[in-house]
Antibody
Framework: QITLKESGPTLLKPTQTLTLTCTLS??????????VGWIRQPPGKALEWLAL???????RSTPSLKTKIIITKDTSRNRVVLTMTYVDPVDTATYFC????????????????????WGQGTLVTVSS | DIQMTQSPSTLSASVGDRVTITCRAS??????LAWYQQKPGKAPKLLIYEASTLESGVPLRFSGSGYGTEFTLTISSLQPDDFATYYC????????FGQGTNLEIK
């Protein structure tokens, strides 16, 4: 059974660095094709994809936050870490990590990421 | 960036109704579209992927259609458990979500 669990601080001050950990269960980052992503949701608002990383280390970030976030993996501990620098009150949100299933697009010759299993989420508040 | 626009933002309906939610992409995404259901305080749940493929375990009253830039999610006969917020999401280029449709009890 695939499960993911987010952990990290619940309250930060502006300009601080946010580090969130996603602990994986039921699947391994050593397995070819495996991916994990981060998505956030400000209170009462829509979902926003942040970043993803694959078993190979290949990673992607949403263009608007590319200079602000880093995604890394710790294969030995089966964890994925999201780091976000210089947080602001607009970064207040529930942060979800999620398992990604890849699908092959034969027309473009590339794999595409489908988010299928989600963690429960963790609320992070940024306030002075 | 590919923008996803859902309509309506809010939909009021009754148990037993047939409802349809529409999602439009700002550029073609083939059939690389998913639908999620989210209840308050919970994580989203995958319902449909590749525009029309039902995820395992999802009731058959849910269906999806569309290709290119126009997509729909249909619930054939609303059940009490279906009142929730629904999001479309493209995964053709990066990942972007629609703004959500709140399906509420009339």
């Amino acid at each position: 059974q695939i499960t993911l669990k987010e952990s990290g601080p619940t309250l930060l001050k502006p300009t601080q660095t946010l580090t969130l950990t996603c602990t994986l269960s039921g699947f391994s980052l050593r397995t070819s094709g495996v991916g994990v992503g981060w998505i956030r949701q400000p209170p009462g608002k829509a979902l926003e994809w942040l970043a993803l990383i694959y078993w190979s280390g290949d990673n992607r970030s949403t263009p608007s936050l590319k200079t602000k976030i880093i995604i890394t993996k710790d294969t030995s501990r089966n964890r994925v870490v999201l780091t976000m620098t210089y947080v602001d009150p607009v970064d207040t949100a529930t942060y979800f990590c999620a398992h990604i299933r890849r699908y092959y697009d034969p027309f473009r010759g590339e794999y595409l990421p489908l988010v299928d299993h989600w963690g429960q989420g963790t609320l992070v508040t940024v306030s002075s | 960036d590919i923008q996803m626009t859902q309509s309506p933002s809010t939909l009021s309906a009754s148990v037993g109704d047939r409802v349809t939610i529409t999602c439009r992409a700002s550029q073609t995404i083939s059939n690389w579209l998913a639908w999620y259901q989210q209840k308050p305080g919970k994580a989203p749940k995958l319902l449909i992927y590749e525009a029309s493929t039902l995820e395992s375990g999802v009731p058959l009253r849910f269906s999806g259609s569309g290709y290119g830039t126009e997509f729909t999610l249909t619930i054939s006969s609303l059940q009490p458990d279906d009142f929730a917020t629904y999001y479309c999401q493209q995964y053709s280029t990066y990942i972007t979500f629609g703004q959500g449709t709140n399906l509420e009890i009339k």
